[in-house]
């Protein structure tokens, strides 16, 4: 079974920062796509930012020029970089990745989540 470990998340003040961690364990033969996203209290869960494997990156527009994702293919962990945070980022944040297992083959997994709270 491959499990999603979570970390990084914690209370900050508007402008602050925050590195989230996700480490990936298991029978992993590969990975692929690792992504982000995050859900506010009664709100959708929303995508926030990729990463291929060759380190391609995407972002939600809101967040372009603050968050940074970034992975370690060695470890099958990706991280997420939250600079300039701002009380609109209040979330918890979970990560996703695309690993390749045998017998199951290519699927997603989630991390546990971890709560980010912008505040003053």
């Known amino acids: 079974q491959v499990q999603l470990v979570e970390s990084g998340g914690g209370l900050v003040q508007p402008g602050g920062s925050l590195r989230l961690s996700c480490a990936a364990s298991?029978?992993?033969?590969?990975?692929?796509?690792m992504s982000w996203y995050r859900q506010a209290p009664g709100k959708q869960r929303e995508w926030v930012a990729g990463?291929?494997?060759?380190?391609?990156?995407t972002y939600l527009n809101s967040v372009k020029g603050r968050f940074t994702i970034s992975r370690d293919n060695a470890k099958n962990a990706v991280y997420l970089q939250m600079n300039s945070l701002k009380p609109e980022d209040t979330a918890v944040y979970y990560c996703?990745?695309?690993?390749?297992?045998?017998?199951?083959?290519?699927?997603?997994?989630w991390g546990q989540g971890t709560q980010v709270t912008v505040s003053t």
């Open positions: 298991g029978s992993i033969r590969d990975t692929n796509r």
């Open positions: 990463i291929t494997h060759a380190s391609s990156t």
């Open positions: 996703n990745v695309e690993a390749y297992t045998d017998p199951e083959g290519w699927r997603n997994y």
